[in-house]
């Protein structure tokens, strides 16, 4: 899926190609991809239809385009959701599901094979949608408080992986970089949080921003076809990866092979040395 690097590239060749643009017509092709909408596809067209993109904005993973109208056009990536910018004469793509007609030679497409992403329009929402309001600032956002994500870390019971997962905790980390950022603080994912020092969670804050700037750079992360920005280009940061999906592999800095454990239904990557496990964990 996604994560904040990967949805803030997208976001900036949305800024850049989109912004400014008039929707002159929208066409729902499938309707899975609405389906938060519920006034039904001809009303998310006609909200559109129109009215000018005023911005590109992001919290977390969701994106959303400010309109004229002081509604929003919203938009999650899901697994494999690709907002593309496309020459208005280009072949669809054999996953197109909706399709924004600009006053443009191009046309922004919403492609999403598994289609567990999604679009709606959210009225009133050009500052912040309602839907999206219980979701925490990332920490990439300059408002980001530091010292209460420290404090409501430190006052919870659940492993710092856990913890950085929660969205209405802090936005836009999943499980690549979460893995990562731990890596780089030399902490395990099973650490509970309120075993943890002021400085640990510095140190975590601290590698999540440095591993998703470093993401940034590098267009984010792509492990298949399925994650590409606006012209449809892949990330490379997946070749600078320490942990995740590095099981087998030695550790950058002691040589000791990567683990991979269950974790929430996905996978967790750590080094043993590195990363020791909680007391509690190991007796475990």
């Known amino acids: 899926m996604p994560e904040l690097p990967e949805v803030e590239v997208v976001r900036r060749g949305l800024d ?4 400014g643009r008039t929707i002159t017509g929208v066409d729902v092709l499938h309707l899975r991809p609405v389906r938060r909408h519920l006034a039904g596809p001809d009303d998310f067209a006609a909200r559109l239809a129109g009215h000018r993109v005023e911005g590109a904005r992001r919290r977390g993973k969701y994106l959303w385009l400010p ?3 002081g509604d929003a056009l919203l938009g999650h990536l899901g697994m494999s959701g690709q907002m593309l910018v496309q020459p208005a004469d280009a072949p669809d793509e054999r996953h197109l599901r ?6 443009a030679p191009y046309e922004l497409r919403f492609v999403d094979q598994r289609m567990f992403g999604g679009l709606a329009v959210s009225p009133g929402g050009a500052d912040l949608p309602s839907e999206i309001a219980h979701i925490a600032r990332d920490p990439m956002d300059p408002e980001f408080d530091d010292d209460l994500f420290s404090a409501r870390v430190r006052a919870k ?3 710092i992986k ?3 997962l929660d969205q209405t905790v ?3 980390v999943g499980n690549i970089y979460a893995d990562e950022a731990l890596w780089r603080a030399r902490l395990h994912g099973e650490r509970p949080g309120r075993r943890l020092r002021r400085v640990d969670v510095t140190e975590v804050l601290t590698g999540v921003r440095a591993v998703m700037g470093a993401a940034l750079e590098q267009g984010g992360t792509s492990f298949d076809a399925l994650y590409v920005n606006v012209n449809g280009e892949s990330g490379y940061f997946d070749r600078s990866l320490h942990a995740y999906g590095q099981e087998g592999q030695p550790c950058a800095r002691c040589g000791t092979p990567i683990v991979r454990v269950s974790f929430m239904n996905r996978s967790s990557y750590f080094c043993p040395v ?6 509690r964990s190991r007796a475990r």
């Open 67 to 69: 309109l004229d109208s």
């Open 98 to 103: 909706v399709r924004l007609r600009l006053d």
């Open 274 to 279: 590195c990363q020791p496990r909680p007391r």
């Open 157 to 159: 019971v659940s492993g």
């Open 162 to 164: 856990r913890i950085l």
């Open 170 to 172: 802090i936005s836009g």
């Open 16 to 19: 850049a190609h989109v912004v």
